[in-house]
């Protein structure tokens, strides 16, 4: 079973709009951290956010901030005011803390478009 | 700011050749990894290293070796390259956290494009 699942392959949004990005996982740690990346055609993994699981309170950068429901173990991504510039993939992803070698399990992503 | 930087944007090499890919950080992290990202498949862990001289294997290490002789410095080896090889290869690093926190975050490299023919 998947641990990290993005259900939108490709998302369309117009500019100035706010958009969100899904991202449900599984895991049965009850010790684990959420994290979103960015990356923009040209390679690199920005790293935009991140909610540990007893964060009480959803976790906000500038423009993202993140709907964290830990009953639905989901971890949306939300990103408020989109710009051309948020055009990009955009990645989920967690680590487990009962883990041994501190690794980040990836979903495979959502594409997402910023139309003018 | 935490900086990753890689030594080749893109790299081209022949079936057979021995294949070196740097990584460098300049923050003092303990921790230092090595993904492979292909469509349809996501980044995945090919080796982990959370000290000098010390590795783990990750998901995917078959065909891969690494080498850290310094903090700073993590090198992913392939001993003879193959087509199946071809991939982007993105260098990770954090600090070594010990508890639930967003210092455990990963920051990455601008990734390296390597094509084997």
């Known amino acids: 079973a998947q641990k990290i699942t993005q259900t939108q392959p490709g998302m369309f949004v117009q500019e100035k709009e706010a958009v969100t990005l899904d991202c449900t996982y599984d895991?049965?740690?009850?010790?684990?951290?959420l994290f979103w990346y960015k990356q923009p055609s040209s390679g690199e993994m920005i790293f935009l956010i991140y909610?540990?699981?007893?964060?009480?309170q959803n976790a906000t950068e500038g423009r993202y901030s993140l709907n964290f429901q830990k009953a639905r173990k989901s971890a949306n991504l939300v990103i408020s005011a989109s710009q051309l510039g948020d055009s990009a993939m955009y990645f989920c992803?967690?680590?487990?803390?009962?883990?041994?070698?501190?690794?980040?399990?990836f979903g495979k992503g959502t594409l997402l478009t910023v139309n003018p | 700011d935490v900086k990753v930087t890689q030594s080749s944007r893109y790299l081209v090499k022949r079936t057979g050749e021995k294949v070196f890919l740097e990584c460098v950080q300049d923050?003092?992290?303990?921790?230092m990894f090595w993904y492979r990202q292909d469509p349809g498949l996501g980044l995945r862990l090919i080796y982990f290293?959370?000290?000098?001289?010390?590795?783990e294997k990750g998901d995917i290490p078959e065909g891969y070796s690494v080498s850290r002789e310094k903090k700073e410095r993590f090198s992913l080896i392939l001993e003879s390259a193959s087509t199946n090889q071809t991939s982007m290869y993105l260098c990770?690093?954090?600090?070594?956290?010990?508890?639930?926190?967003?210092?455990?975050?990963?920051?990455f490299g601008p990734g390296t494009r390597l094509t084997v023919l």
């Open positions: 895991t049965s740690d009850p010790s684990y951290g």
């Open positions: 909610q540990g699981s007893y964060d009480q």
């Open positions: 290293s959370y000290d000098v001289k010390m590795k």
């Open positions: 992803a967690m680590r487990e803390w009962g883990g041994s070698n501190y690794k980040l399990t």
């Open positions: 990770a690093s954090s600090l070594k956290g010990g508890g639930l926190s967003h210092t455990d975050t990963q920051y």
């Open positions: 923050m003092d992290h303990e921790n």
